[in-house]
């Protein structure tokens, strides 16, 4: 393994040191590769029982593996944005022929590896994607286009060799070969990076303000507080390629002339916060991070700050405010970060997908990047797609793309071939929009025109089951009590809107009730200090712009047309329709529905809970509502 | 009493604080450190004693309120002990709109959690809804512990996990 053998590289060393990675990483002529994912959803789906299951069953095969004369390795990998078929495992053979399995369980690893790995014949009915000798081309899946995450699920992530193979540190290379830190800011800049934790605002602009900023010390910040619900392509990344973020903050902080950065990591990401620990030193080990970086004199250390839960901690001033040990509370702009920011010096902060990008532009240069997406909107962005749509996982696309080539031919449609209702973009943020709206090209500024913003990549598909109001509800109650409470607009407003949407959900609202909402979230959205107040009432604005009926519904004809809202409902079965099925008894985990087989079911009013398992599972619509 | 009580028992009882004290100095009895030191000790005690916030703020020279301020700003810190095992269940947006709702209410039922209570008497069990564990795409989603994660949930497959978690729990298994 090169990496142990290697301390201290420096730079005119580098070239060899790839090729050497790089000939240790390509298969042998015997070799297969059996590949695990194992990021937080792969294991949350059971990667670590596939991984003892392959690991079991390479030891029976032993005998077989020596007469082959094979030479079989397990790779662990991160998120390979496929959640929906997780567990992945897949095999590697020399010269690109791969085969990936989808919803891999134990019984089935141990099959992959005795019949396909030893034995050579692929298991047809379990594939999810093949890839045969000589096919070259991008790893992505149909319609998408991977930069950040190109090395996700393909190497691992707490080996440095596997990332320097794969063209890691080349950028963080030819930006120490003679690069000032204004051609590498000037780099950026004509690449036209936006930063992709929500408002867009040009990165070589930013780092520009940094470097310009006087003062001999200056800070650098990854922003990894990725605190919006339905948003995870941050810890993806971080799990997946850790490698990325730091050579984009090394780059970053030569650039703008800081020795020191943080990474502020939500403390909900225990496995990000371990890989980005062994990257760092890693990286120190090979003379990558630290002091004196590849002989060349400059400095830069890092230093890990995990969160303590809270979301307005991902604004950058509270998050600031956080590193230093105090109340994650933001402070009114100007002054701006890159003039006063840590400690009161010059400070420029990025989020994780930002960073990670950095290397690969510095790398391939900036036209190549400027040729991706469209005109404002450069490069690629990685959503989060979930809800009910039936591929869920992460999807990493070039600008401008729309929201239905995203949400039907990545997302497959919705599950269960019910309606799409809408698409929430951009969490507690951003906005929901409607069918109306699919075709939007997916750009920071056609976003922000529909009302809705980029956010930090959450995309949310909501189908005919779900009630708008009730999902206005749900983003006003997070916001609420993530809402640090400093200004008065954000306090109070937030606070006001949600006591008018619980009325409205409870059945109690009344038709005055939906522009005094509109008034109100004008007023938080005018008034608050800081992104949290100033977008929160997205949402809710968006939703009343998109679904005003469904409001009017609520508070005129007392229903909710999509069944959510309990005060509103009562479930009963219709006799007609039932049965007997007991599927719903099976299903009601509050004990409310009784009847025998082959006779029409009946829902205890008092003990249903109008939780909607009932009518989920009900093949024959005899549930009514 | 079970031996994490005890634990907490015997830290609490040492007026020295011998132990909260090798946190700070780790941390350099920095004012700025004052999150990393709060997160270990409630690692150690698995809350935030009371007397233990004063002890820091002496020790760092700050002001009891401050130290206060930050143990209530955050909602990782927890001035009320917790259970053995913590289950958190993701009420992300993701996991909202899949039923983390009803996953939520079988949980406390299965456990016997009456209304407005977090945490069983017996200092066992504590049930918690947290913002987004970004595990979106497994929704819906919990936690037990930190350790194990558990996605696609199904009130069967619920029915299981909380089935096996009492039997660990019995035998006295952490995690």
Avoid at chain 1, 370 to 380: F, N, R
Avoid at chain 1, 590 to 611: L, Y
Avoid at chain 2, 147 to 153: I, P
């Amino acid at each position: 393994m090169p990496n142990t053998t290697h301390t201290n590289i420096r730079l005119h060393q580098m070239p060899a040191f790839r090729a050497r990675c790089q000939e240790a990483f390509a298969l042998g002529p015997d070799q297969v590769m059996i590949l695990v994912g194992v990021g937080t959803c792969g294991l949350a789906a059971g990667g670590g029982q596939v991984l003892r299951a392959i690991q079991e069953e390479l030891r029976l095969q032993a005998g077989a593996i020596r007469e082959r004369g094979l030479d079989l390795e397990i790779r662990p990998t991160g998120c390979a944005g496929m959640c929906e078929a997780e567990v992945l495992v897949e095999v590697q053979r020399p010269g690109g022929h791969r085969v990936l399995y989808g919803k891999v369980k134990p019984d089935l690893a141990r099959r992959i590896v005795a019949e396909d790995a030893v034995g050579g014949h692929p298991i047809v009915e379990w594939t999810v994607h093949r890839q045969d000798p000589g096919q070259t081309g991008n790893r992505a899946p149909a319609k998408q286009l991977h930069v950040v995450m190109e090395n996700c699920g393909l190497i691992d992530p707490e080996r440095i060799d596997h990332y320097i193979a794969r063209g890691g540190y080349a950028g963080l290379e030819r930006v120490l070969s003679g690069m000032t830190p204004l051609d590498v800011v000037k780099e950026v800049k004509q690449s036209g990076l936006r930063g992709r934790g929500g408002a867009g605002f040009p990165t070589g602009l930013k780092w520009e303000f940094a470097h310009k900023a006087a003062g001999d010390k200056k800070y650098v910040i990854c922003n990894a507080d990725e605190g919006d619900p339905g948003a995870f392509m941050d810890r993806s990344l971080l799990e997946g390629d850790p490698h990325a973020v730091l050579e984009g903050m090394i780059i970053g902080g030569y650039a703008i002339g800081a020795d020191e950065g943080y990474i502020y990591c939500r403390a909900e990401y225990p496995l990000a916060i371990k890989r980005l620990r062994v990257a760092m030193e890693d990286a120190e080990k090979l003379g990558l991070l630290g002091e004196n970086i590849l002989g060349t004199g400059f400095s830069f250390r890092l230093h890990i700050k995990e969160g303590a839960g809270a979301f307005v901690c991902g604004e950058e001033t509270a998050l600031m405010a956080s590193i230093m040990g105090e109340r994650g509370m933001p402070r009114p702009r100007p002054p701006f970060p890159a003039q006063r920011g840590l400690w009161d010096k010059p400070t420029n902060i990025n989020n994780v997908e930002t960073w990670a990008n950095v290397p690969r532009i510095l790398a391939r240069g900036f036209a190549w990047f400027a040729g991706i997406g469209t005109e404002k909107s450069k490069g690629t962005k990685v959503f989060a797609l979930t809800g009910r749509v039936r591929n869920t996982g992460l999807a990493e696309v070039p600008m401008g793309l729309t929201l239905r080539e995203i949400v039907y031919d990545i997302g497959g449609g919705i599950q269960h071939d019910r309606r799409f209702k809408a698409v929430q973009i951009g969490g507690p943020s951003g906005g929901c929009l409607p069918e109306s709206l699919l075709d939007t090209p997916i750009d920071y500024d056609s976003l922000l025109r529909a009302g809705a913003m980029m956010g930090s990549g959450g995309m949310v598909v909501v189908d005919e089951n779900t009630c708008m109001v009730e999902l206005a509800r749900y983003f006003m109650t997070f916001v609420q009590s993530e809402s640090c409470g400093k200004c008065v607009p954000c306090r109070e407003g937030t606070k006001q809107m949600l006591a008018i949407l619980e009325r409205i959900v409870a059945g109690k609202g009344e038709p005055e009730d939906i522009d005094l909402l509109e008034e109100l979230g004008g007023a938080v959205k005018d008034g608050s200090l800081c992104g949290l107040g100033k977008s929160a009432p997205n949402p809710v604005l968006t939703t009343l712009r998109y679904f005003r009926d469904e409001f009017l519904c609520h508070v005129v004809d007392r229903r909710c047309p999509a069944g959510v809202c309990r005060a509103l409902l009562s479930y009963s079965i219709d006799a007609a329709q039932c049965r007997g099925c007991t599927l719903c008894i099976k299903a009601c985990p509050a004990g409310a529905i009784t009847g025998e087989r082959g006779k029409p079911h009946i829902i205890d009013a008092v003990r249903c809970i109008k939780c909607k398992a009932c009518l989920e599972k009900c093949r024959f619509a005899a549930i009514r509502t | 009493m079970d031996r994490y009580m005890q634990m907490g028992e015997d830290a609490m009882n040492d007026r020295s604080f011998s132990k909260v004290n090798e946190i700070i100095n780790h941390w350099e009895r920095r004012v700025s450190n004052l999150i990393p030191i709060l997160q270990e000790v409630q690692k150690e005690y698995r809350y935030l004693p009371e007397e233990v916030l004063t002890y820091v703020a002496t020790a760092l020279g700050m002001p009891p309120a401050s130290v206060y301020g930050v143990a209530t700003f955050y909602a990782q810190f927890s001035l009320e002990p917790k259970g053995k095992y913590v289950i958190k269940v993701c009420d992300g947006t993701a996991c909202h709109v899949r039923g983390s709702e009803e996953v939520r209410y079988l949980v406390r039922k299965h456990i016997g959690l009456p209304e407005g209570v977090d945490t069983t008497s017996d200092l066992c069990f504590t049930v918690e809804k947290v913002a987004c564990l970004g595990a979106c795409g497994l929704a819906p989603v919990m936690t037990i512990n930190d350790n194990d994660v558990y996605g696609q949930l199904t009130p069967e497959a619920l029915q299981l996990v909380l089935d096996d978690l009492k039997k660990r729990s019995a035998a006295g298994e952490v995690h």
